[in-house]
């Protein structure tokens, strides 16, 4: 169907951890200067007359281990590896969030229409509860097999369109989503605060083939796993570590 839900899948520990490395992350981009190189990776837009700022990009450089810990967790890697294979690279990795009042609707869309010789997929991880009628994620089952004309489906149905459902969520839980599912969540008003780390992993043979980076890039994420891992096994010494078996020739 393009997208799974693995509930209670981050431990509560690590979930309170991301939290106030969330709050950390937002705050930090409200207080860089729009001037400063490093306001390149906090994105803001203007709805009602106000900036709001609605995702960061690039957790793992911005001072909170939370996001490495994550990474390097057997939850995620379990995954990662599962879909992609071994030679899974962790290609992007945010924050996206609706600020509490701040319900703007996020269109129908595709996150990136690709060959499909190889699956691309994000995970989700949900900070805080996603909820029917408090504008939870709306999904098309079966859409991510092909590219689709979401202005005519917006045009032609607005959020109904047939075999949509709402995706409900708990802080903890994680959706496994195809990047080329169709989705999307409808306006609300009063909303409270939703924040989900999304951490998008492909095939390091996908890359190479197709783009869009270099086996250099490639190098660079994959250097990112072991710290990772050591990032988690400092946390979390007693757990079993996820057995990464990264290819040679990778």
């Known amino acids: 169907e393009g997208y799974l839900v693995l509930k209670n899948r981050i431990p ?32 803001y837009a203007n709805r009602g007359g106000e900036r709001r700022m609605f995702r960061v990009d690039y957790l793992h450089g911005k001072g909170r281990s939370a996001s ?18 071994a030679d899974f690279v962790p290609t992007y990795e945010s924050l996206v969030f609706k600020d509490a009042g701040d319900g703007a609707a996020i269109d ?28 939870a994620l709306r999904v098309a089952p079966g ?15 607005g959020w109904d369109a047939p075999g949509v459902i709402q ?14 599912i169709v989705h999307g969540s409808e306006a ?34 994959l250097r990112l796993v072991p710290v990772a891992l050591r990032e988690r096994a400092r946390r979390e010494p007693s757990e079993a570590p996820f057995a990464w078996n990264v290819p040679a020739e990778v």
């Open 108 to 135: 129908w869309h595709q996150d990136a229409v690709h060959p499909r010789t190889h699956r691309i997929f994000n995970i989700d991880v949900y900070l805080d509860a996603s909820r029917a009628g408090e504008g």
């Open 143 to 157: 859409s991510h097999l092909a590219p689709v004309d979401v202005c005519q489906l917006q045009e032609e149905y």
């Open 167 to 180: 995706v409900e969520l708990e802080p903890g839980d994680v959706l496994v989503h195809d990047v080329m």
């Open 68 to 85: 490495l810990e994550l990474l390097g967790s057997p939850a995620v890697l379990g995954i990662a590896e599962s879909l992609a294979g």
């Open 188 to 221: 609300v008003q009063g909303n409270r605060l939703r924040r989900t780390i999304y951490y998008e992993f492909r095939s390091a043979r996908q890359i190479m083939a197709e783009g869009p980076w270099d086996a250099e890039w490639v190098d660079r994420r």
């Open 12 to 43: 509560a520990p690590l979930l309170a951890r991301l939290q106030t490395a969330a709050e950390g992350w937002i705050a930090d981009g409200r207080a860089v200067a729009a001037d400063d190189p490093a306001a390149v990776d906090y994105h």
